[in-house]
């Protein structure tokens, strides 16, 4: 896991560090709000490279070859065990916030005798 995560980071970090270089031209998509909102991810990048939108432009997104998979985005959660996602967390969990994605906490427990 400590590998995924560094080439996690690596791939992500050097990717905001051209971002500088593209300006407008530099978009980060999450697979997620592709998901959740195509249009909402599309319409910008048309717009930057000039291309004149249309809403059908989803249709193979939606329903295509190339359709998004809803039940992939969190498929990690059912692949990866507690402890690996804790893991991965931990390595690279400010980066996960830094882009949007939830980062469970460590469960704090208490010691017997101490108050909590």
Not at 28 to 43: A, G, K, Q, S, T
Request: charged share 30%; aromatic share 10%.
């Amino acid at each position: 896991m400590q590998f995924t995560a560094a080439e996690w980071r690596r791939y992500v970090e050097a990717a905001e560090q051209q971002s500088s270089n593209l300006g407008e031209r530099y978009r980060r998509m999450r697979y997620e709000d592709m998901i959740e909102n195509p249009e909402m991810i599309l319409e910008p990048v048309c717009h930057t490279f000039k291309i004149g939108w249309h809403p059908d432009m989803t249709r193979f997104l939606k329903h295509g070859m190339g359709s998004l998979d809803r039940n992939a985005a969190g498929n990690y959660r059912r692949i990866l065990t507690t402890e690996q996602i804790l893991e991965f967390e931990q390595l690279a969990g400010d980066l996960l916030k830094r882009m949007g994605y939830l980062v469970e906490e460590p469960v704090k427990t208490c010691r017997q005798g101490t108050e909590a």
